[in-house]
């Protein structure tokens, strides 16, 4: 359940409200005078699946993006039968895809970190420090965006998506090229130390690199949606981080060419990690919009 508070004058609220009052979903429409100034405030209880309605009739009603609320209520007691337990609310997607597509400075930072501690944990072929490295990884944040972008046809959400998990890619690689660079220069690298597979086993495409990335994508996007990001990230990074860093120790030690092999590893999860996370989000859109309005 949603709770709906837009700001206005009195001729263009009464519109609002006389609109709000005719949609399905929409409950407990109320005209409120603000108490400064002559504006008025129209507040209303909106379920989910009716959310996307409502704020296209506001839109079309010309009230601007900055008057218009929307709060999510948890609600105690009982509630509507069919009141539906889960209901994506398109707008919030988009809107949250839009966020996450973003390439900030915590969003470099992490990818750096996990960068450090993948080092480590292919230097020494270590899987506790590969779990480690794929828990501090957000790359799970650009990959929904991107998938995102693909379904609701936002080109440049999608390539902002892209550019960004490159980005923080190359950011974990590089990093754990200068970690393993370091020790060799300082002489910290195990005695005879040799690039050999890393613990994830992210060196080789095989039918279980494929699928484990695919479940992944469709992992990820679930887990956005319902804001359980963080359990989740650790699946996705499971098919992303170890081939990068593994990338990164293998330019360090000039053992680049041996490396190579996860290169078509990270492209080949990454692409299906795309198809995943956007077949689920397009069969959910495709279920929301074959579903009877009343």
Not at 95 to 115: E, I, K
Not at 212 to 230: D, N, P
């Amino acid at each position: 359940m949603f709770q709906l508070r837009v700001y206005g004058t009195p001729a263009t609220m009464s519109a609002v409200a006389d609109a709000l009052d005719g949609l399905v979903g929409v409950r407990h429409v109320s005209l409120v005078e603000s108490r400064r100034g002559s504006g008025v405030i129209v507040a209303a209880d909106v379920r989910a699946n009716a959310a996307d309605g409502v704020l296209s009739v506001v839109d079309r009603l010309g009230v601007p993006a900055d008057d218009v609320v929307f709060s999510r209520l948890d609600t105690i007691g009982f509630g509507p039968e069919n009141t539906e337990l889960v209901a994506l609310v398109w707008a919030d997607m988009l809107a949250q895809a839009r966020v996450r597509a973003r390439t900030s400075a915590r969003y470099f930072v992490l990818m750096a970190a996990a960068g450090v501690v993948a080092a480590f944990a292919v230097i020494n072929e270590s899987p506790v420090l590969i779990v480690g490295a794929m828990a501090i990884s957000p790359d799970l944040l650009p990959i929904t965006a991107a998938c995102t972008g693909l379904v609701l046809l936002r080109r440049s959400l999608a390539l902002r998506g892209l550019g960004a998990l490159a980005a923080g890619l190359a950011a974990t690689g590089l990093v754990s090229a200068l970690v393993t660079g370091l020790l060799r220069i300082f002489d910290w690298l195990p005695s005879g130390f040799s690039l050999s597979e890393v613990p994830a086993g992210q060196t080789h495409i095989g039918a279980s690199t494929v699928l484990v990335a695919f479940a992944a994508g469709v992992a990820g996007m679930l887990a956005v949606e319902t804001r359980a990001s963080a359990a989740v990230g650790v699946a996705i990074s499971v098919t992303t981080v170890p081939a990068v860093s593994y990338l990164g120790v293998g330019l360090a030690v000039g053992e680049f060419g041996k490396s190579l092999s996860a290169l078509w590893v990270l492209l080949a999860n990454v692409a299906m990690m795309l198809a995943g996370g956007s077949i689920a989000l397009a069969l959910q859109r495709a279920f929301t919009r074959s579903q009877p309005s009343a």
